[in-house]
């Protein structure tokens, strides 16, 4: 497997970031890296050093799109079937994919016991406005009674007597009573 550590960053003509990895691998691996590499390929005629270059940030020729490359200590590289020089990433992704699916597996445990729980699954949902009570009448409360009202203040004023003395009840009346 070839493997490539940090050798140094630079800086190439245009000014992008660039970080030069130190390449390694058996004989084999290195003379695939050299024939996938090309006119790109890349060895310091002092030391004998075999480079890849990792730009800082990519922009796509397709769609315009810059993405951010993560720079590590020590990548691993492969060549494609289609002869181009990739970073090994399956590693990263594997631990990537088993983390989302402990997170998928914990927030469908907590669905399942609101579930059980009988709580709402959804609580973003907009909930029925609840069906109004119709207000008590005036009337209807005690403390608007009229005739309380007033032996409530003749009680106040000392007064003797009760709403019931001073005014005849009707029905009493119109009967001859």
Known sequence: ???GSVHHPFRDKSGRAVWA?????????????????????WQDEESGTVF?????????????????????KNIR???????KVVIDDSA???????????????????LQAMQFM??????ARPVAAPVPTPAPKLEDAPENDPKKIVDKALEDQKVGGSLEDE?????KVAAGA
């Open 1 to 3: 497997m070839l493997q």
């Open 21 to 41: 990895y130190a390449v390694t691998g058996t004989p084999t691996e290195m003379e695939a890296y050299k024939a996938a590499q090309g006119e790109f390929f």
């Open 52 to 72: 890849f270059k990792l730009y800082e940030i990519v922009t796509s020729r397709t769609t315009g799109r810059s993405t951010r490359n993560l720079i590590k």
């Open 77 to 83: 590289l492969q060549i494609t079937t289609t002869g």
């Open 92 to 110: 990263a992704q594997l631990a990537l994919n088993a983390a989302v699916e402990a997170a998928m597996v914990g927030e469908i445990g907590k």
């Open 118 to 123: 009988g709580l709402d699954l959804n609580p």
């Open 167 to 171: 005014i005849p009840d009707p029905t």
